[in-house]
């Protein structure tokens, strides 16, 4: 997927997940935009949990797909930060 799936899920402040009326009692915290986060951030979107706030922190704002590396290394792309 191109890096600007991950666009909708940048913040500048925290938000409940569809839920506006439920109160926070977990806050998951995930580190880094790597594939298993994107996984969760779907899988949470498709199926929120009552009371449960997703945090991801990462210092990146676009992450290039891991599985273009091998074109990456034989120069067919390149990224433009």
Same mark, same amino acid.
């Given at each position: 997927?191109?890096?600007?799936?991950?666009?909708?899920?940048?913040?500048?402040?925290p938000?409940?997940?569809? +839920?506006?009326n439920?109160?926070?009692? +977990?806050?998951?915290?995930?580190?880094?935009?790597?594939h298993?986060?994107?996984?969760?951030?779907?899988?949470?979107?498709?199926?929120?949990?009552p009371?449960?706030?997703?945090?991801l922190?990462t +210092?990146?704002?676009?992450?290039?797909?891991?599985?273009?590396?091998?074109?990456?290394?034989?120069l067919?792309?390149?990224?433009?930060?």
């Amino acid at each position: 997927p191109p890096a600007s799936w991950l666009r909708p899920f940048r913040s500048a402040a925290p938000k409940p997940a569809m +839920r506006p009326n439920e109160p926070v009692v +977990r806050d998951l915290v995930l580190v880094g935009g790597g594939h298993s986060h994107v996984h969760v951030l779907k899988m949470f979107g498709m199926r929120p949990e009552p009371g449960v706030q997703l945090t991801l922190v990462t +210092r990146d704002v676009d992450t290039p797909y891991s599985g273009m590396l091998p074109g990456y290394c034989a120069l067919c792309y390149r990224w433009v930060c």
